[in-house]
């Protein structure tokens, strides 16, 4: 709104609007995750198998993963703009609207990256992919991101 590339009513309304298509990507790649563990599981599967049939299941859900999440999120964010009812206007080409949000998207993944890296380096000891795994992850995470006010 502020570069004049949108227009809209409320900009509590479109931020709500963005916020759903984020909301909408994490629930499916959190599905797409806990079934590629399932798989793994269910077919005695190397771990090593794990990124490659996320990818696969997260594709079937219609998003994408890894170094292709980005554009995926731009697009999807686009979308969103151009068919919301809280978006009255889209003055800004695409390449123009992506060109604003990518580093923007970028800072916040780079965000969770490091955070990632971080509680990584905690749980070293433990092995990935298991139950405690999961609960050791969540439990280090929030602390961190307790700790630096990201919560």
């Known amino acids: 709104m502020d570069n004049k590339d949108i227009e809209c009513d409320s900009r509590e309304e479109a931020t709500l ?3 759903a298509v984020f909301n909408s990507f994490l629930q499916s790649e959190r599905e797409a995750t806990e079934k590629a563990k399932e798989v793994l599981q269910s077919r005695g599967l190397p771990q090593g198998e794990f990124s490659r049939i996320r990818r696969m299941l997260a594709e079937q859900k219609g998003i994408k993963v890894g170094e292709d999440m980005l554009d995926h999120l731009l697009d999807q964010l686009i979308e969103m703009l151009l068919h919301s009812s809280n978006i009255e206007e889209v ?3 695409d390449h123009d609207l992506r060109r604003r949000m990518r580093p923007i998207l970028r800072k916040y993944l780079e965000i969770d990256d490091t ?3 971080e509680v990584r380096s905690k749980l070293r000891h433990v092995q990935e992919g298991t139950r405690t795994w999961e609960v050791e992850y969540r439990r280090v995470m929030d602390d961190i991101q307790r700790r630096k006010g990201l919560v």
């Open 17 to 19: 609007d963005l916020q």
């Open 91 to 93: 003055f800004g080409e």
């Open 115 to 117: 955070l990632d890296a």
